[in-house]
T-cell receptor
Framework: DTGVSQDPRHKITKRGQNVTFRCDPI?????LYWYRQTLGQGPEFLTY????????KSRLLSDRFSAERPKGSFSTLEIQRTEQGDSAMYLC?????????????FGPGTRLTVL | GQQLNQSPQSMFIQEGEDVSMNCTSSSIFNTWLWYKQDPGEGPVLLIA?????ELTSNGRLTAQFGITRKDSFLNISASIPSDVGIYFC????????????FGTGTSLTVIP
């Protein structure tokens, strides 16, 4: 396992459609984070899991957004009824190694374009 | 959310020059992370800082955790063309859980 992976890398969808993204963290990591990044900005925190428990959610995470990590390994982020304002890069990060627990390692991201 | 002010917003420098950038906030942080991001890719972790006053190096990169715990600095010495990218600071509030707040980034261009 060489790092965090995300799938797909790019997604183009029409407004109103549902989309789902997947994140596979570094295998030894128990913490998993989702961020959203728009052009010219830094990543914005969306939600955080420790193992399978979703412990924190940002106010940015509207009711149309849901994230899961059912077995404490990979995670999915679903956006229902997409809007043009949802167009962004969605980043996943993981952390949790002993002695390096706060160091978050990012995946390559999923670029979402809503037409 | 928390505001991390990162400066400068952009830098254009000659190859071989040293670079300094910083990140400031009105809040106290207990962890600072510095990342570099290339276009279309996720951020790559450069340096992690955990204690006020801590000075940590990673090759030509040096970062410091400010004494007030409200700021952090990143220096790059003898810049090379592959240093081009956007540099982000990220801070974890001492009052919060595991949420990190990111700065708006410093765009670095190195002119050969």
């Amino acid at each position: 396992d060489t790092g965090v992976s995300q799938d797909p890398r790019h997604k183009i969808t029409k407004r109103g459609q549902n989309v789902t993204f997947r994140c596979d963290p570094i295998s030894e990591h128990n913490r998993l984070y989702w961020y959203r990044q728009t052009l010219g900005q830094g990543p914005e925190f969306l939600t955080y899991f420790q193992n399978e428990a979703q412990l924190e959610k940002s106010r940015l995470l509207s009711d149309r957004f849901s994230a899961e990590r059912p077995k404490g390994s990979f995670s999915t982020l679903e956006i229902q009824r997409t809007e043009q304002g949802d167009s962004a890069m969605y980043l996943c990060a993981s952390s949790g190694l002993e002695g390096q627990s706060n160091e978050q390692f990012f995946g390559p991201g999923t670029r979402l374009t809503v037409l | 959310g928390q505001q991390l002010n990162q400066s400068p917003q952009s830098m254009f420098i000659q190859e071989g020059e040293d670079v300094s950038m910083n990140c400031t906030s009105s809040s106290i942080f207990n962890t600072w992370l510095w990342y570099k991001q290339d276009p279309g890719e996720g951020p790559v972790l450069l340096i992690a800082l955990y204690k006020a006053g801590e000075l940590t190096s990673n090759g030509r990169l040096t970062a410091q955790f400010g004494i007030t715990r409200k700021d952090s600095f990143l220096n790059i010495s003898a810049s090379i063309p592959s240093d081009v990218g956007i540099y982000f600071c990220a801070g974890q509030l001492y009052t919060a859980g595991n949420q990190f707040y990111f700065g708006t980034g410093t765009s670095l261009t190195v002119i050969p």
